[in-house]
């Protein structure tokens, strides 16, 4: 298989792709837990704070 231009296909920023799903889930799945054990709040925190972290990360 022939290199990427640029070198653009890397181990490391596929590990980062990956962590960055997991926190993904983590989060939603974060959410879902909270809501379904009745505690809207926790789940509106942990919504706030993945939002602003993945605003961090986009930006």
């Known amino acids: 298989m022939p290199r990427a231009a640029g ?9 980062m792709g990956l962590l960055l799903f997991a926190i993904l889930v983590g989060s939603i799945m974060g959410v879902v837990v909270a809501l379904s054990s009745g505690q809207p709040t926790v789940a509106l925190i942990i919504g706030l704070i993945a939002a602003a972290f993945f605003t961090r990360v986009g930006c």
């Open 7 to 15: 070198g653009s296909i890397n181990g490391t920023r596929i590990l």
